[in-house]
């Protein structure tokens, strides 16, 4: 099916994978925060949309127990409302991205499958252990998130694939995120730093962005955090997991000076 | 080119779009500019509508995307305190921003919550003004958001 129409609205997963298999070279659309960027500045022409807005099995929330579910198209204005208990940092991180416009369009899914460096939910994603769930005709892969990251703009994701949401355990005790930029409101990270600790049962994450080619877990920083090691040790273990590039945002010194500033703030916070 | 219907300021219309069309474009063309566009990048603000009442940058948004979907422009609030609050405190300078700044005001004095300053400004950070140095123009709105709650 090669379809001309400029957008196909479909109101199931199931036909919105078969519009993916049938006709893959159409853009998929979600909020369109980055995509439309693009398309504006001439950079971007999509000869057809497939636009997940009206796909209700990608707007759920669900919680069942300790794991919890964000579907795809739940934007970012949605978790910062409605996951602050059940998911603070992640609604932290959500609350620091763009403005309100762009936080009522922007998606978590459109966030995983730009796979910018710099994208907010990723560290925290990363701090979480997260699973990214793909859909296919072909059926259904859970994708750890530090394997759906593979790259700057790159993913795991196939050609006839859509990223239907993501799989958090909920998890107990401290948690945080924080990022640095230029100004207070409407900033591209320049780092980002996600952690959470539950020292009664020893359980830790730590997830880093715009700080390497992917946000990326933290394992031994998890650690320290967990066994309840000193903040100098915290904190050579978040920089030195970090490979920072110097681009037209900051040179990579800056990065790397900024995350250790943020790390040692948050060792503190997380007491 | 698609026909998309839309709902927009309560009456049924229908727009052409190319894919590359924004929402921003597709409701100049219906004839209602006053929704500005600037930067098309999602960074002023000035193209600020209600997308089946969420506000956002129409300048992001596909048209064809849009289609059943209902769209509050400036020309379709009505609020006659917030204007008149918005020029007995200088917040209208050039102008060009207004037309953002009025649908993104509505959206907030929508809320709940009564408005404190800091909450104000977060709330409309996602909309540039190069003239009023922003003081003007929150002054106001918490001039309505006190007033509308007695
Ligand atoms: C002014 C401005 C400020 C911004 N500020 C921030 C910020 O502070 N932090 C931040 O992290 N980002 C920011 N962004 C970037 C952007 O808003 C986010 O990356 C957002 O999460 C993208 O989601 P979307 O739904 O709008 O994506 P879209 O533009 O709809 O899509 C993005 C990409 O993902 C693909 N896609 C979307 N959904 C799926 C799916 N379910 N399955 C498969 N592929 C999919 C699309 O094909 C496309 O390639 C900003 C953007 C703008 C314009
Ligand atoms: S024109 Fe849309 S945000 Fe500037
Ligand atoms: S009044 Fe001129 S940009 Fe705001």
Known sequence: MISTDGAVLPRTLAAALAVRADDPVRTVVAGGTDLMVGVNAGRLRPSSWLSLRRVPELQRIERHGSSLFVGACVTFARIERELVDTAPALAAAARTVGSVQIRNAATIGGNLSTASPAGDSLPVLACYHAEVEVASVRGTRIVPIGEFLVGPKRTDLGADELVVGVHLRRTTGEQAFAKVGPRAAMVIARCSLAARVDRTTGDAGVGIGAVAPCALAVPAAAEILASGGSVDDFVAAVVSAAAPIDDLRAPAAYRHHALAVLARRMHGWLQ | ?150
């Open chain 2, 1 to 150: 080119m698609t026909t998309v219907r839309l709902q927009l300021n309560g009456e049924a219309c229908s727009v052409e779009a190319s894919p590359v069309t924004s929402l921003l474009a597709a409701i100049r063309q219906a004839g209602l500019t006053g929704t500005q566009g600037a930067c098309e990048e999602g960074e002023c603000g000035s193209c600020s509508v209600l997308l089946d009442d969420a506000l956002v940058c129409s300048c992001l948004v596909p048209a064809a995307a849009c289609d059943g979907a209902r769209v509050t422009t400036v020309e379709g609030v009505v609020a006659p305190d917030l204007a008149a609050a918005l020029a007995a405190h200088g917040a209208v300078q050039c102008g060009f921003c207004t037309p953002g700044f009025v649908v993104a005001a509505t959206a907030l004095l929508d809320g709940d919550e009564p408005l404190d300053h800091a909450t104000a400004a977060h709330a409309l950070a996602g909309n540039l003004c190069r003239c009023t140095g922003y003081q003007p123009i929150l002054a106001a709105v918490l001039e309505v958001d006190r007033a509308r709650r007695g």
